[in-house]
């Protein structure tokens, strides 16, 4: 997935399920959706083998950010990756040209919210988050030039926060939905399932949404489109496009949930990543691989 750009009104493109899609384009907005092509995409210890430092996890890291750089014609900077740390208050921070220039590396700047957003005012950089089935929701106001993203896990989403990214950019920015288009990363499909009930889940609002399926006393099935089709409301938006990429059962993502029940476990062990940026084309020349 490379740009918010569409040219045939159709349902559904390959893996992505486009629900609604207006003739506003973004040429300058890119998303990455990566699954494993390009290795793990972030520093935890279980992710890479036992005998390797965290120095030597975050020099991988590195070069794995680097090989989507290539990859995407060097339009972001791969040392410019940011992502908050999500505290759960449902807070939207901005990423700002002082916050980008804080560190060499962007991964070591510390931001503590659960949205964070990107503008075109600081072209080359990434905000975005690893994920392993998660949900990752990326709502932009095009005409603005404003990118809010958050890592909505199963909490999270019971919590409402898509909306609340939705929300951000209406309070922040006065952004109108005709004017804000969703695009939603690959995730776990409705292979997900829990033995019960999940903790972690009101009653109530996944009933409501027919999101959590139960087929028999111990199996549970998930399935987030659901959910979040029912909170977002796709007719209100200027573009609404979901990955419809199960990362469970694909050969070409990482999976907690496929990692945990014994599915390919090593080769399913990582993390994927789902973001957006603004180009910056000329970086091309200045980057140092």
């Known amino acids: 997935m490379r740009n918010f750009n569409f040219s045939d009104n159709v349902l559904q493109i390959g893996n992505y399920k486009i629900y609604k899609k207006s003739l506003i384009n973004a040429d300058n907005l890119g998303i990455i959706d990566v699954g494993n092509k390009y290795g793990c995409m972030n520093t935890m210890k279980a992710c890479y083998p036992e005998e390797m430092s965290n120095e030597e996890r975050r020099l991988a890291f590195l070069e ?3 090989l989507v750089s290539a990859a ?6 791969p040392y410019k990756f940011y992502m908050p740390t999500q505290n759960g208050e449902g807070k939207a921070v901005e990423l700002t040209r002082e916050m980008v220039e804080a560190y060499d590396d962007g991964w070591k700047l510390d931001i503590p919210g659960d949205i964070l957003v990107v503008t075109d005012k600081t072209p080359g ?3 975005g988050f690893p994920v392993a089935d998660c949900v990752e929701i990326i709502a932009s106001d095009l005409k603005q ?31 109108k939905l005709e004017n804000i288009s969703i695009y939603i990363g690959a995730h776990a499909g409705d292979s997900y399932t829990y ?3 999940p903790d972690w889940a009101t009653e109530e609002f996944w009933k409501e949404t027919g999101a959590i399926k139960e087929e028999r006393k111990d199996l549970f099935r998930i399935n987030h489109d659901l959910a979040l ?29 496929a990692y945990n029940h ?3 476990q090593k080769e399913k062990e990582g993390r994927n990543f789902v973001g957006a940026y603004y180009k910056k084309k000329e970086y091309s020349v200045k980057l140092k691989l």
Request: proline share 3%; hydrophobic share 30%.
């Open 64 to 66: 794995h950010r680097k």
């Open 72 to 77: 995407y014609d060097y339009e972001f900077n």
């Open 125 to 127: 950089v990434v905000a």
């Open 145 to 175: 030039g404003i990118t809010a993203t958050a890592h909505c896990n199963n909490k999270k989403l019971n919590e409402k926060l898509p909306q609340r990214i939705v929300e951000a950019l209406q309070s922040m920015y006065n952004s």
């Open 195 to 197: 033995n019960n009930w």
């Open 229 to 257: 089709l029912h909170m977002l409301e796709p007719e209100k938006f200027a573009t609404f496009v979901i990955n419809a990429t199960d990362t469970i059962t694909s050969s070409n993502h990482y999976s907690n949930h």
């Open 262 to 264: 014994g599915k390919g």
